[in-house]
């Protein structure tokens, strides 16, 4: 059930992109809000009670669900895991903004890229030149990829595995989203967000890892590797830093580096070795993500053959 499950909410999303997403959002960030407005008081515990009611109840509430549907019938309980992951994963919740900025790039229309960017990372990028849009653009990429569809899927089946439904796809996606919404001024940690932020850790350590195990499998296996274990501490978030370095190592390009946002130097060390990025990377970067989709499906292709013949 688990790939069929998946294949159909991708497929789904290809089909019927679902435009009403960012009302989606709009109303998990006024649910997070809420928790945060009615708990806030500056402690770390009045965080950890917080966040253990804004989760837990949903994810009981939907497990129930799931229990009944599988009662009355399998299809059901399949439809609902495909509907839960077609509003909780997919390539369109951010890929817009990288067709677009490619295309502005490749029409060299640089401002037209700099404010999509700008758009898409929430920091001003009116000082980027063009290769300092591509090499951004492509990090960005291969954060979102991970949050917005490996790292789903990772807990999506983790969960259906244990017999539990889609509550794995739900838990990832809201826990990451709760820990985002609950950092101070300027993604600053407090003391309310500390156990978001140590949920969101302990949630990303496995399949952030067999995000970039799978870079290197369909990349260049040896530079993602040496990057992997000689960059990624050096990056501010270290979890960010192995997805980026992983990254840059299988497109063999060079991510990081200083740039101007919102017209200050912002240091970021240097990823990756090989070429300096240009706009021709973007569809290089594109290449590693759906060969890293299609090596996770053949992965629990095998998994769900084996469990079959087992």
Not at 180 to 191: H, M, P, V
Not at 262 to 281: I, M
């Amino acid at each position: 059930m688990s790939l069929l499950s998946l294949i159909a909410a991708l497929l789904l999303e290809q089909v019927v992109p679902l435009a009403s997403r960012s009302y989606l959002h709009r109303w998990v960030g006024e649910y997070a809000q809420f928790f945060r407005h009615q708990f806030d008081a500056g402690e770390n515990s009045h965080g950890r009670v917080a966040w253990l009611l804004a989760v837990l109840p949903l994810l009981v509430l939907l497990w129930l669900l799931y229990t009944v549907l599988l009662a009355k019938h399998a299809v059901f309980a399949w439809a609902f895991c495909v509907l839960v992951l077609y509003l909780s994963m997919g390539f369109r919740q951010f890929s817009h903004y990288f067709t677009d900025i490619h295309q502005a790039l490749r029409d060299n229309d640089l401002q037209l890229a700099r404010e999509l960017l700008g758009e898409w990372t929430g920091q001003s990028c009116s000082d980027l030149n063009p290769q300092e849009v591509a090499r951004l653009t492509i990090e960005q990429a291969l954060l979102a990829s991970h949050r917005h569809v490996f790292g789903v899927v990772f807990w999506f089946v983790f969960f259906m595995l244990l017999g539990m439904g889609p509550l794995g796809a739900v838990l990832y996606r809201l826990a990451t989203f709760i820990g985002s919404r609950w950092r101070g001024a300027e993604n600053e940690d407090t003391a309310f967000g500390a156990f978001a932020q140590q949920a969101c850790r302990v949630l990303e350590w496995l399949p952030l890892r067999l995000t970039a195990i799978s870079f290197a499998i369909v990349g260049n296996f040896e530079d993602t590797i040496f990057c992997w274990r000689t960059q990624a501490k050096e990056w501010p978030e270290p979890e960010a830093g192995i997805l980026l370095a992983s990254g840059a190592g299988a497109l063999g390009v060079k991510l990081g580096q200083t740039v101007v946002l919102d017209d200050q130097p912002a240091y970021r060390p240097e990823l990756g070795s090989g070429d300096d990025v240009d706009t021709d990377h973007l569809q290089s970067a594109v290449g590693l993500v759906w060969r890293t989709l299609v090596f996770q499906l053949i992965l629990l292709l095998l998994l769900t053959i084996a469990n079959l013949l087992g």
